[in-house]
């Protein structure tokens, strides 16, 4: 039996939204793992439009996005600035031809520690997630796609062989990546919109995630960081030491906010209960390192990255994307002190939480 689409994997709609005064909705299609569409949000002010998450790469996508701002009667002319909440295509990919093709020279805004899966990273400057270790946690500890993952025996391909050929081609246009004019840090505040935004650093689905908040009207951009029904992919290999730890700090911080009257996620429609939808998030989390510990207890013995996985998630899931996050949640055992690990002959890495007692 099919079970009913989430939010998130639903297919772009034609319907232009106000969601908030002076914010539009328009949805764009996107073609990757779980997901149907992203929300691009346009902020309109006395200069014209800001315009965030632009969506994936391509001329296919290029043309949807200008398809859905004649619709919103957006000129791109009057697109004087684009925000890409973090690092993967489907919110960036559309960043560059906007600047380029609007004629307006629109600024690029992005978190300080943007940088895209293509890029060399600087393992001295990645991470301020400050969890009180001596290790970098924002270097990268695993390579880009197609290298081989830490947990041994296995390459990184979280995408088929289509879409792997499709974003490599696009990776080679010029057009593919941003380079931001404007990078912020957190608490920075940004007018736009008629709006003065606190940009937020939230990692953990990725180490350069930026949310928006106006604490006036109690307005959150969410991104991928807040999604209403889905929670997002937290990967174990890019971005820093203990990324699900990071991304439990993040969430709860979200819960701090003021007066939150609407969150925009970036997939799936705005929804008002951020409290609760974090308590959930969090939730999910834990019943998955829960699942871990029982899992341990069931095999007797240590087991791999790819058993743990095949406890954690459906046969349909598995995959580079199931075992990444799977190793998130060991290696978040392991850093607490309720997991030890080995590597055999191969070198491939094997968890003991044994001393952990069952819930």
């Not at 990268?140 to 830490?150: D, R």
């Not at 058993?307 to 046969?315: H, N, S, T, V």
Request: charged fraction near 25%.
């Amino acid at each position: 039996m099919n079970r009913p689409l989430r939010q998130e994997q639903e297919d772009p709609s034609d319907e232009i939204t106000e969601v908030a005064p002076g914010i539009l909705r328009v949805q764009l299609p996107v073609h990757l793992p779980g997901l149907g569409h992203v929300n691009c949000y346009a902020l309109e002010d006395e200069r014209g439009f800001a315009v965030v998450d632009p969506g994936l790469p391509g001329d296919e996508h290029w043309s949807g996005l200008v398809d859905a701002f004649r619709r919103a009667e957006i000129a791109l002319s009057n697109v004087h600035t684009i925000i890409c909440t973090h690092s993967h295509p489907d919110h960036f990919g559309g960043a560059a031809r906007l600047r380029l093709e609007g004629g307006v020279d629109a600024e690029v805004i992005a978190h300080r520690y943007f940088r895209t899966p293509f890029e060399p990273g600087d393992e001295g400057d990645s991470d301020p997630n400050q969890l009180g270790d001596d290790d970098k946690s924002g270097a990268p500890i695993g390579g880009p796609f197609g290298q081989p993952v830490p947990w041994g025996g296995a390459t990184y391909q979280p995408l088929n062989d289509v879409d792997r050929a499709r974003m490599a081609k696009n990776a080679s246009d010029p057009l593919f990546a941003p380079h931001p004019t404007r990078r912020v840090d957190d608490a920075d505040c940004i007018r736009l919109g008629r709006r003065d935004w606190v940009a937020l650093f939230t990692p953990g689905h990725t180490n350069d995630h930026l949310c928006l908040y106006d604490p006036e009207t109690g307005v959150v951009l969410s991104g991928d960081h807040v999604l209403p029904t889905i929670t997002p992919h937290i990967s174990g290999i890019h971005h820093g030491r203990d990324p699900l730890a990071s991304y439990f700090v993040s969430l709860r911080r979200m819960q701090d906010l003021d007066n939150v009257t609407v969150v925009l996620p970036a997939h799936g429609h705005p929804f008002a209960s951020m409290n609760q939808r974090v308590d959930d998030i969090i939730e999910h989390h834990v019943e998955r390192l829960e699942v871990l510990v029982n899992s341990a207890h069931e095999l007797g013995r240590a087991g791999s990255v790819d058993e743990f996985m095949q406890k954690l998630f459906r046969e349909r899931s598995w995959g580079s994307m199931a075992a990444s996050e799977t190793y998130a949640h060991l290696e978040h055992l392991r850093i607490r002190g309720d997991a030890t690990t080995e590597r055999d002959d191969s070198g491939l890495l094997f968890y003991d939480l044994s001393s952990v007692v069952a819930p």
